[in-house]
């Protein structure tokens, strides 16, 4: 068999949107949050001095975008900008108290997730999947 025969490139973007779309809907309904809102909140709380820039470039987005999400952010009390003392150019994000509480809310929903996919594949199968996904995303991101 060969990926055009058996339709993967369409079968990973309906897979992709279906478990974005659950995820999304999970999180909505516990914590408020978009997986994408989630997925800035979790790279703000993993390190110390996070550059709004730097973000972007994680997420592989523009800067005006996440400077909009972070905006949103900011206006519902869940981050906070301050400017580094090293260059005044550039903004440095915190979570808010409040910021890690709704984070901490968002672990359930992926706890959940997670589990459905260990049944749906099996051990071997999410390991297997994820080494597949992983040499997909290593081969496309070749030259960026």
């Not at 779309?21 to 790279?43: E, F, K, M, R, Y």
């Not at 997670?114 to 749906?120: I, P």
């Amino acid at each position: 068999m060969s990926a055009h025969k058996e339709r993967l490139y369409f079968l990973l973007q309906v897979a992709a949107h279906r478990l974005k779309t659950a995820a999304d809907n999970d999180l909505i309904d516990a914590a408020g949050l978009s997986t994408t809102q989630v997925a800035v909140l979790n790279l703000i709380a993993s390190s110390e001095n996070v550059k709004q820039r730097d973000l972007a470039r994680r997420l592989r987005q523009n800067e005006s975008a996440i400077t909009a999400m972070v905006a949103r952010l900011m206006k519902a009390d869940l981050v906070t900008r301050r400017r580094s003392e090293t260059d005044a150019r550039t903004w440095l994000l915190d979570l808010t108290p409040n910021g890690k509480k709704t984070l901490k809310r968002a672990e359930k929903p992926f706890q959940e997730i997670n589990a459905r996919l260990d049944q749906t594949l099996g051990k071997k199968g999410v390991a297997t999947l994820a080494a597949e996904l992983t040499a997909v995303t290593e081969e496309f991101s070749k030259g960026e």
